[in-house]
């Protein structure tokens, strides 16, 4: 084997162990974000169960105007009888979204780690430690949330907005409104505020 030779089978060598600890880095950054989500996993269950409390609470403020309106010997009766119902629908959604949240998290919020923060910064904020890259996951975090949110929304927009359409006209019948009423806010206007996910030590 000649000098060229041996110098092409040298660069040929390098470049075969730097692919394989790209690899490596990249497979361990990706074990690193997955536990990051993990312990925010308290935080992404909060979007979930957040969204359908604003959607319940907009609905309800809804019918507790049309209630208002009843004359005052119906309004207690028909009253429990609407939070019931809208009690009921935010039992059913709550864990839906929830669930959903749950699953949609290692998308939505994990490409913005990968794109925002390096492995050592990971590592540094797996281990909860007082760092930059703390204070750094506390600005992308907002952003992280608010992606999942907006992915959450859209993923369970076909599912939810039946579930309010049948709310809305039990709610009707009820309150002997017609269906020139305004309807209730869809859920997808129930997902503006944004959400944050505090670091913990």
């Known amino acids: 084997m ?11 060598a390098g470049f075969a162990l730097t692919g394989a600890a790209q690899a490596q880095s990249s497979q361990a950054k990706k074990d690193l974000i997955a536990r990051v989500i993990q312990l925010q996993q308290p935080s992404i269950e909060q979007i979930g169960q957040n969204i359908a409390g604003q959607t319940a609470q907009q609905v309800l403020q809804v019918a507790g105007q049309a209630v208002s309106q009843l004359p005052a010997d119906k309004q207690e009766a028909v009253g429990k009888s609407v939070q019931a119902d809208i009690k009921q629908f935010y039992d059913e959604l709550a864990p839906l979204l929830r669930d959903r949240a749950t699953k949609l998290a290692p998308t939505a919020m994990g490409s913005l780690l990968d794109e925002k923060m390096s492995e050592d910064e990971l590592k540094q904020l797996v281990a909860w430690l007082e760092s930059p890259a703390a204070k750094k ?6 952003q992280m949330l608010n992606s999942l949110q907006e992915k959450l929304v859209a993923d369970t927009k076909p599912t939810v907005e039946p579930k309010l359409r049948a709310l809305e006209d039990s ?24 959400a944050k996910a505090p670091v913990k030590k």
């Open 2 to 12: 000649n000098h060229r030779t041996r110098l092409a089978a040298l660069v040929l």
């Open 171 to 194: 709610l009707r019948k009820k309150l002997g409104i017609n269906g020139s009423a305004a309807p209730a806010p869809a859920a997808s206007g129930a997902a503006k505020p944004a």
């Open 137 to 142: 996951f506390n600005e992308v975090g907002p």
